[in-house]
């Protein structure tokens, strides 16, 4: 059983691109997070997603980020109009239905804007 | 929402000593308390997790408490080895609709042979 997969795993971008970011959850699980993390830092949540449905994008910026998680295929993060700021590492997370709660982490995609 | 405390921010012990990183954390409703180990670069793995139904869980070297009353949580290492030098992070959650993790600034624990 595969873990969880992002790629890229190093995605570097002008000030002013896009950047999009996805993510394979672990077999079975139906349930994705999106976590950043700050050089140096903790991991801060950002939003929760089941298959076609957000269910928490309460720490996501409410500009320029937007996530989904479609029926067919990877969940997916996007970045529009990358600043500088917006360089850290991006986790994804899985978990299995309810009511098992341990979320299991991908290797997570290193963001550098330049 | 929930706020996650952790403390030290840095430990070092030798090798063969036991290490204790505490976090504390403010809403009381939180029932789920992971604990994830982070390797330079690499993915945070969880080690422990304890649900607010259990006082205390044990892994081999690894422990967990929890005290619900007084909202704070431990993690132990007994017998470090210089390959338990990483960052660890503890991180709290709600059981059910709101599954997010709210995490601590994390622990660097060195282990010095």
């Known amino acids: 059983n595969a873990g969880v997969m992002q790629n890229p795993r190093h995605l570097v971008r002008r000030r002013g691109q896009e950047a999009r970011l996805r993510c394979s959850p672990m077999?079975?699980?139906?349930?994705v997070y999106w976590y950043r993390q700050l050089p140096e830092e903790g991991l801060k949540f950002m939003v929760y997603l089941q298959k076609e449905n957000i269910i928490d994008e309460s720490g996501m910026p409410k500009e320029r980020f937007s996530a989904e998680f479609p029926k067919e295929g990877p969940s997916i993060l996007r970045i529009q109009q990358v600043v500088r700021g917006d360089s850290a590492a991006y986790f994804c997370a899985s978990s299995p239905p309810l009511p098992t709660d341990t979320q299991y982490f991908g290797p997570g995609t290193r963001l550098t804007v330049l | 929402g929930e706020n996650v405390e952790q403390h030290p921010s840095t430990l070092s012990v030798q090798e063969g000593d036991s290490a204790v990183i505490k976090c504390t954390y403010s809403d009381s409703a939180s029932n789920y308390f992971p604990w994830y180990k982070q390797e330079l670069g690499k993915r945070p793995q969880l080690i422990i997790d304890i649900r607010s139904n259990v006082g205390e869980k044990k892994d081999q070297r690894i422990a967990v408490t929890l005290n619900k009353t007084a909202k704070h949580f431990s993690l132990h290492i007994t017998e470090t080895q210089p390959e338990d030098s990483a960052v660890y992070f503890c991180a709290a959650s709600t059981m059910g609709s709101a599954r997010q993790l709210t995490f601590g600034s994390g622990t660097q624990l060195t282990v010095l042979p």
């Open positions: 077999k079975g699980h139906s349930h």
